[in-house]
């Protein structure tokens, strides 16, 4: 409304209107706009509550994940293949489990003298249901040292994808690599005994050919094996129970300088002289 047409006294009547309109409008802007900030500060302090709580929780368990159970078995055949199977159970507790720490599984082998063959790749979510791995969770990728290094290039690593991942759910995981005979000399191996989640059971068994002979050595450690007899093969197992988690630190050394290992051989004497063309 234009007032420099109004004489003084319709302008002392119609200004104080305009005026009043005009604060009311100020105040309802103020209004909408501490109304939307009061949203936006409730929200945000939501969200930070939540994320505050996740992390309290994590932080209360001091672990990502655990191991229920390992398994490693090392089977010496009679015909000089090898035979190695691996199986574990693995319960995720944490985000960081299986968004960065063991959302995959990493297998490496060389494909012109072994099979790689995946028995196992399923995870029980936390409500029961049971979720296989799909065809393509499976995938073959050159390892990455090998990159540089031609001689190595023929060399293989399995990617496996588990899927279904969510807190409380547990992953069964299971493989087996056998190698042909000539491969190796003979069967042998290294294994460590701890790793960066906390292990409940821990199994290690070797099977070796009743003509063989096995050394071996459990370095700090006193576990002693359990023999026994299957067939054609003399077993000794080594079982270990409830065994801590290995935290991350700065400037650690390798694992294999400070946990206990078992390191192990069995062969037969004429097939490492056959081997090795040493009479």
């Given at each position: 409304?234009?007032?420099?047409?109004?004489?003084?006294?319709?302008?002392?009547?119609?200004?104080?209107l305009i005026t009043s309109r005009k604060l009311n409008d100020t105040f309802e802007?103020?209004?909408?706009?501490?109304?939307?900030?009061?949203?936006?500060?409730?929200?945000?302090?939501?969200?930070?509550?939540?994320?505050?709580?996740?992390?309290?929780?994590?932080?209360?368990?001091?672990?990502d994940a655990e191991y229920l159970d390992i398994t490693h078995e090392y089977v010496q055949q009679k015909d000089g293949s090898l035979q190695y199977n691996y199986e574990h159970h693995l319960r995720y507790l944490t985000?960081?489990?299986?968004?960065?720490?063991?959302?995959?599984?990493?297998i490496i082998y060389n494909p012109a003298w072994q099979t790689l063959k995946i028995t196992t790749a399923t995870t029980r979510m936390a409500d029961g249901q049971l979720v296989k791995a799909p065809f393509n969770a499976f995938n073959e990728v050159l390892p990455g040292?090998?990159?540089?290094?031609?001689?190595?290039?023929?060399?293989?690593?399995?990617?496996?994808?588990?899927?279904?991942?969510?807190?409380?759910?547990?992953?069964?995981?299971?493989?087996?690599?056998?190698?042909?005979?000539?491969?190796?000399?003979?069967?042998?191996?290294?294994?460590?005994?701890?790793?960066r989640s906390p292990i409940g059971k821990m199994t290690i068994r070797v099977k070796s050919l009743a003509s063989s002979k096995l050394n071996y050595e459990l370095r700090r450690s006193d576990v002693q094996p359990v023999a026994s007899k299957d067939g054609q093969w003399n077993?000794?197992?080594?079982?270990?129970?409830?065994?801590?988690?290995?935290?991350?630190?700065?400037?650690?050394?390798?694992m294999d300088q400070y946990l206990p290992q078992l390191v192990f051989a069995a062969y037969d004497e004429a097939a490492m002289r056959s081997h090795t063309g040493v009479t």
């Open positions: 409304i234009d007032l420099t047409n109004l004489d003084d006294e319709a302008a002392r009547c119609v200004g104080p802007t103020e209004t909408s706009m501490k109304a939307l900030l009061h949203v936006i500060s409730s929200f945000a302090l939501l969200v930070v509550l939540q994320s505050s709580a996740w992390a309290q929780n994590d932080a209360a368990s001091d672990k985000n960081y489990a299986f968004s960065r720490a063991y959302g995959e599984s990493f040292f090998a990159a540089q290094a031609a001689p190595y290039q023929h060399l293989r690593e399995m990617v496996v994808t588990h899927t279904g991942l969510e807190r409380g759910s547990v992953v069964h995981f299971a493989y087996s690599i056998m190698s042909k005979k000539g491969f190796l000399p003979g069967l042998s191996g290294k294994v460590l005994i701890g790793d077993v000794h197992t080594w079982s270990f129970e409830n065994i801590p988690m290995l935290p991350v630190e700065s400037n650690q050394p390798a």
